[in-house]
């Protein structure tokens, strides 16, 4: 209840692509046993903007990335994700 948000602006324009996930991607465990951690993350979601065209091939995309990884059969964390690409 007493927790301080911090708040972000950003300019947005056409074309630009905007991507929001729980922490269940980033902790999604490895073959290793490690985490696949933020930045792993942030390749995969570069990766799959540019190598897809819709919101839904983009998340398609990061989400089979992310499996094939980790290779998770069941998610053992929530993996939620929004994809919005700007018209």
């Known amino acids: 209840p007493n927790y301080k ?18 922490d269940g991607f980033i902790d999604a465990p490895l073959s290793n046993g490690e985490p696949l951690g933020f930045e792993r993350f942030l390749a995969l979601v570069k990766e799959s903007i540019l190598s897809s065209s819709s919101p839904k091939e983009i998340k398609d995309s990061i989400l089979h990335k992310v499996r094939d990884l980790s290779h998770l059969c069941n998610e053992s964390d929530d993996m939620t994700m929004m994809v919005v690409k700007v018209l």
């Open 5 to 22: 948000y911090k708040q972000y602006s950003f300019n947005i324009k056409s074309g630009d692509v905007i991507v929001v996930a729980t």
